[in-house]
């Protein structure tokens, strides 16, 4: 038996370790204070760690943590929340949280897309102030705030950022400040003035000068990058190249010695595919240049379709001008409408006054030697002619046209070069597809870029009460806010004899509307019980349709309706309207006599080149082979440049900001390889046709 006394000493030896060890097990259950080197890093935990650490804290640590909390929350894409969260911040902050507070607040008017409040708290806050990790929010909040349209102050911005970042982030940066410049426009490089010392950024603009300078040659675009490297070795570009430039180390010409046409053959879209390939033949045979009709043979595949002749003959009876196969009115959804009689086509229009600057043909050269094969797709499935075509030896496909077929190459397979004649609603980026339409949408976003140039920042759409004019409006609205715009007002108007009655009755047309509200600037609506209500309108917006001052409006309206919209404008503001009018080319129909021309005075339209009188020759041929409907001479047009696009294929995939002059616009692609349009702009002037000012 042991004795008492020796375990009542050994239980009192034990009895300071017992106690020690419990005293130190509360200290181990009150960890350190970890906010502010939460706040010094990157703060990469979520905002549910967040909020539960806010939850658990006091006092200035739980501040700290609320502060990361509503950074998390913003990065997440819960905005409202953040705000909520944001609300709740106790007005006493050390000087470390003021600054995160301070840097928030622009964060989360990005998320809100409230640019213009964004850029005023950007100007309140000191970057020098900031730490590492908040040095590169604030640049990035910069860029982000604005909106993509370049300038010295967001190349700076890239600069400034780049040092800190690493990994994808680092190369984004690089990315972004290559298309800063790229995006600028030749007046915004002349009249850049840098400081003797910001020679990063004198190594950039260099550089793009090599890209403005050689962009058209593939060959000396790589050396003239090889020779900058060596010039400016310190330079970030010239450690890590742009995405875009480094692709040209992979640079291979396109083959065209076998093209797969890729139309509609059969069906109530016949016309616009056998017209498209009309002017793809026409050339191929002799060039972009303007030539005579082509009668060389076309191979056919055997699904089912008919070789089809390219004769004047052969051609079904053209299309209501007004309908879907002009490119301010066609369908990205469908080409398919009923053709109409031929006896109610309209005569050619007067050309345009020989002062138009003459735009270069596509480059683009004949090549009689090139096999086209045709290939019907309303005979089979878009997925089994792809692969015919391949099995055939196809070295790059032109088509499909119909947006439903354009829509399957999503999820094509196919490995080879294909130049789409549509765009689909969501586009990805495919590194062997381009896309080229003539679209109604494509044509908003050019006038929108034209009377923004023109240097007016009111503008008014005046459109038709349809799904046109409703996908109209959406594209000159959104490429309005990333110009920098802000509010644009649009009215719609109905059939000619509504606008007859308007003229009876002496009401004429007020330039006034409703406001549109971009669908990439729209405020998110509340969501109860699955019924999603939508926010109120802005203070802006519920004066913007009552406050005047409309200086631009653009009227998307045929030859007839035109006719009676201007004159019931000037009902209402006198012939001395403040307002500059501009028309879509959905009014140049080939019906501009003299006395429609009188009475357009003023008004400025756009138009493709080869009917703007930049290629005569070519717009007789196109008219003589369509019996002058201007609709189908303008899908002529396309496939003219469908030959030249397809024989430069790799350069407008490849090189970044290469162009094409041809002859439904001056073309080139953005990182997608959605081909874009500059079109001609004309002007009615006593009488005369001249080219917009």
């Not at 949280?97 to 928030?104: D, G, T, V």
Request: aromatic content about 6%.
């Amino acid at each position: 038996m042991v004795p008492f006394k020796l375990i009542r000493s050994k239980a009192g030896r034990c009895l300071p370790v017992v106690l020690a060890a419990l005293f130190f097990a509360g200290c181990a259950t009150k960890a350190p204070d970890q906010s502010s080197a939460h706040m010094q890093g990157e703060a990469t935990a979520d905002s549910a760690y967040y909020l539960q650490q806010m939850q658990q804290s006091a006092d200035d640590s739980k501040t700290t943590w609320q502060l990361l909390a509503i950074h998390a929350l913003v990065k997440e894409g819960k905005t409202q929340q953040a705000v909520d969260l944001y609300n709740q911040l106790p007005k006493e902050m050390n000087d470390e949280q003021r600054r995160e507070q301070a840097l928030l607040v622009p964060e989360i008017k990005i998320a809100q897309k409230d640019y213009a409040a964004a850029n005023s708290a950007l100007a309140k806050i000191n970057p020098a102030d900031l730490n590492k990790n908040q040095h590169a929010r604030y640049y990035q909040a910069v860029i982000d705030a604005s909106q993509n349209r370049p300038s010295i102050e967001v190349l700076r911005a890239y600069i400034a950022q780049e040092p800190i970042l690493t990994g994808p982030a680092h190369q984004k940066n690089i990315d972004g400040t290559w298309q800063a410049l790229t995006l600028m426009t030749a007046q915004q490089m002349n009249s850049l003035v840098i400081n003797a010392d910001e020679n990063t950024l004198q190594g950039w603009l260099d550089l793009q000068r090599v890209w403005n300078d050689n962009r058209n040659d593939p060959e000396m675009l790589k050396a003239g990058i090889k020779d900058w490297q060596t010039r400016y070795p310190q330079n970030p570009g010239a450690k890590t190249l742009p995405t875009q430039l480094s692709n040209m180390e992979n640079y291979k010409p396109a083959s065209t010695d076998k093209i797969a046409l890729l139309l509609p053959l059969s069906g109530q879209a016949a016309v616009f595919g056998r017209t498209i390939q009309q002017g793809f033949e026409a050339a191929k045979n002799m060039g972009s240049a303007p030539v005579a009709q082509s009668t060389a043979p076309v191979q056919t595949t055997d699904t089912g379709a008919q070789p089809v002749d390219t004769t004047q003959a052969a051609l079904p009876q053209p299309t209501d001008p007004n309908m879907v196969a002009s490119p301010s009115a066609a369908s990205v959804d469908d080409l398919t409408q009923q053709p109409v009689d031929a006896s109610t086509q309209p005569t050619p229009a007067p050309q345009a006054a020989p002062q138009v600057q003459a735009a270069a043909a596509a480059a683009a050269p004949a090549k009689p030697s090139a096999e086209i094969k045709v290939y019907d797709t309303t005979a089979q499935p878009l997925a089994q002619l792809l692969a015919q075509a391949q099995q055939d030896g196809a070295t790059i496909v032109v088509g499909p046209l119909l947006k439903n077929n354009v829509d399957q190459l999503a999820t094509t397979t196919s490995p080879l070069n294909i130049l789409a004649l549509n765009q689909p609603e969501n586009v990805q980026n495919r590194a062997n597809i381009c896309y080229f339409a003539l679209s109604p949408e494509d044509e908003a976003r050019d006038a929108a870029d034209h009377i923004w140039q023109q240097g007016h920042r009111a503008p008014l759409l005046l459109v038709p009460r349809t799904t046109l004019g409703d996908r109209v409006t959406k594209a000159f609205a959104d490429e309005w806010l990333k110009l920098g715009g802000s509010t644009v007002l649009q009215q719609k108007f109905g059939s000619v004899a509504e606008l007859k009655q308007g003229i009876n009755s002496g009401s004429g047309i007020a330039l006034s509307g409703t406001p549109v509200t971009p669908a990439s600037a729209q405020p998110e609506g509340v969501t109860i019980g699955g019924l999603t209500i939508p926010p109120p309108p802005t203070d802006a917006q519920i004066t913007a349709g009552t406050s005047g001052g409309v200086d631009a409006a653009y009227i998307v309206a045929t030859p007839d309706e035109v006719a009676l919209i201007k004159p019931m404008i000037a009902m209402r503001t006198g012939s001395r309207s403040p307002a500059q009018l501009y028309a879509s080319s959905r009014s140049s129909q080939g019906v501009n006599g003299p006395d429609f021309r009188l009475e357009m005075d003023g008004l400025q339209f756009s138009e493709i080149p080869m009917l703007a009188g930049n290629n005569p020759s070519l717009m007789q041929q196109a008219l003589g082979s369509v019996h002058n409907d201007y609709s189908l001479a303008r899908l002529y047009a396309m496939g003219v440049d469908a030959w030249s696009l397809a024989n430069n294929f790799s350069q407008i995939r490849q090189v970044p900001g290469y162009q094409v002059n041809g002859n439904t616009g001056t073309l080139s692609a953005n990182p997608d390889c959605v081909i874009n349009r500059k079109l001609n702009w004309l002007q009615f002037s006593q009488g005369q046709i001249v080219p917009a000012s």
